[in-house]
């Protein structure tokens, strides 16, 4: 008693590779729009950081319809990564970005080598980014279509190659479509990333028996939401366990209790994706109801409790 | 917009299969505009994970109670049971909890030169018209409701409508309430009779593209409520797009439903042979 009574506010601050979040709660990319469209149900200035939508050289339209197919306690997406490209980006989207004290985290891809460092070094110049996510979970168009996520030399290559022309932090977004999630990290932290965040969604598919037809036009989409939880905890453990640099935990936080579970195993922040596609106000909730425990549980700082799993 | 933790204040059954539900939503009287929707939560678990879309039939208040209940502003649905969400939808009552998130997207322009108005619902299309009849009754514009559906039982609230002093014209495929065959055939016959009226039209896929090829031949203003898959309801998946006008397997181009529809003039929307793609 005497002890919780002393806590009055617990710190949930958190360092992320030098980036200084007011907490370790921030969205994953894609579920978020870019940022603005969340403003009438929450507080941007509530949250670690904010993520934008995957951003890519030129525009893309993404995947025609049916995108989305909600499965048991989860869903697929194949959205097809549609988004506005960096020039309009840089035009329509960072001024609102800016007015934000919270810090912006921008989320890219490329479909080549080319792509991803063209559009790294674009958003090396905009002081409105404070630090990048670059996600490999995409083909390679030059090398058959290979995910560059998914193959060891081909992350590293990606990763080395943005690193060099970025003076920014630089999170690498893993994919758990691989056999061994620590090889990837090994593979990414070797190559310079300051920040692994995993996972991006489990690659699946829903069948119509009415229609007889896949649900998705595009066939496969990505899983989300807490049907894949745990599959992400266990990943996340393991990169933990592999890696030296801070780890993101991504995959299925709905509440404060999946997020608490995350930083537990040692994750150093979270990302709340689907959960915001449910309930915009979602991480302002898990925020809260991540002070609510540590004031409950007497932990002063959310530091002491990440990695602390006893074992 | 907002979202707002509330109560259910009744769920009925109406027609075998299609209910009425209203709940108590503070402000939506005033915010609450012709053709748009609202994101429903009925169950705080994940079974079913996403909310889903229900467009706003009316919004009113209920007066106040001599038992010391005050005055109280409501939204009221109307919807169809065909899945594991509109099942649960239907075994709430009274009391019961739900997360409603809205209003939601842009709903109808009122047209401001056409004083003949002609709305088309196909079933539960017939929703998000009885707002817009409303708003133009209200105008003191000549409101005709053309409704279709499969048989008596799929017409929903044509008597509030003709209490708005809207005329009423019904077509059944089985007739068994107003004429036998489609509403579009009934459209024809209005057209040609008001050919400076403006078109609206909710329904299934199907009736849209008639409705749309009929206009696009007449010459008319047409606006249609669109109907997607969607997860999220606030521009933020981009799940619920559908083919812009300049769509094309090179260029695509895409609208989202939720934040620039669902209501679209047919003229932004790229008009397939099999009607307007994207959702079901
Ligand atoms: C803007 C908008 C307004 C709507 N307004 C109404 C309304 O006023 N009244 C009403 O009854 N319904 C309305 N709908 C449709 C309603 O959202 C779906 O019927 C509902 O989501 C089905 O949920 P379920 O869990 O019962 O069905 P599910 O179990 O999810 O699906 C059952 C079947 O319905 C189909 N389905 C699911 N969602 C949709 C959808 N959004 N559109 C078409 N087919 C779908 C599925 O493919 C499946 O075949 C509206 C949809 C939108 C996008
Ligand atoms: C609709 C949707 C769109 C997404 N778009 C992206 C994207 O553009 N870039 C990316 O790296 N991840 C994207 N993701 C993956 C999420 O960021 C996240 O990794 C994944 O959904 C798992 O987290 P969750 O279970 O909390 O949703 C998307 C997910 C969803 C559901
Ligand atoms: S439903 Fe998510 S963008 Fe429209």
Known sequence: ?311 | MQDLKTVILHNREIAPGYFRMAILAPGYPQQALPGQFIMLRVQANSQPLLRRPFGIFKTGTLPAECSGMPEREFVELVYKVVGIGTQLMSTLQRGDEVELLGPLGQGFTLDKTATEHLLVGGGIGLVPLFMLAETLCRRGDRVRLLVGGRSRDDILAITEFERLGVETYVATDDGSLGEEGLVTAVLERKLNKYPQAAVYACGPTLMLNAVRSICHRQQVALQVSLEALMACGVGACLGCVVPGHQHSEDDPDYLCTCRQGPVFDADELKWPEGGPEGGE
């Open chain 1, 1 to 311: 008693m005497s002890k919780m009574a002393k806590i009055k506010k617990p710190s949930l601050a958190v360092d992320l590779a030098g980036l200084q979040l007011r907490n370790p709660v921030m969205p994953a990319s894609g579920t978020f729009g870019y940022g603005q469209e969340f403003a009438p149900y929450l507080d941007l200035e509530q949250i670690g950081a904010v993520m934008t939508k995957g951003i890519s050289l030129r525009p893309k339209a993404g995947n025609p319809t049916p995108r989305i197919a909600e499965t048991a306690s989860g869903m697929l997406n194949a959205i097809g990564l549609q988004n506005v490209g960096i020039d309009l980006f840089i035009r329509d989207k960072v001024p609102y970005l800016e007015t934000l004290t919270t810090p912006v985290i921008v989320n890219f891809f490329g479909n080549s080598l080319d792509e991803y460092i063209k559009v790294a070094k674009r958003l090396s110049e905009l002081p409105a980014v404070d630090a990048v996510e670059l996600n490999i979970s995409c083909p390679n168009v030059k090398q058959g279509g290979i995910v560059f996520g998914t193959e060891p030399g081909a992350a590293a290559e990606v990763v080395s190659s943005v690193r060099r022309c970025l003076n920014k932090p630089l999170i690498v977004k893993l994919t758990p479509n691989v056999t061994d999630i620590t090889v990837m990290a090994r593979a990414v932290e070797d190559a310079g990333a300051d920040v692994i965040s995993c996972v991006n969604t489990l690659t699946g598919m829903a069948v119509d028996i009415h229609k007889r037809r896949l649900h998705l036009a595009n066939g496969t989409g990505g899983l989300s939401g807490p049907a894949i939880k745990p599959v992400a905890l266990r990943m996340v453990y393991q990169v933990v366990q592999a890696v030296e640099i801070p780890v993101i935990g991504i995959g299925g936080i709905m509440t404060a209790e999946d997020a608490l579970e995350f930083l537990l195993v040692g994750a150093q922040a979270v990302q709340v994706g689907t959960a915001n596609l449910v309930n915009p106000g979602a991480m302002a909730d898990i925020v809260t109801g991540i002070e609510t425990f540590c004031r409950n549980q007497g932990i002063e700082d959310i530091n002491d409790w990440i990695g602390s799993l006893d074992q």
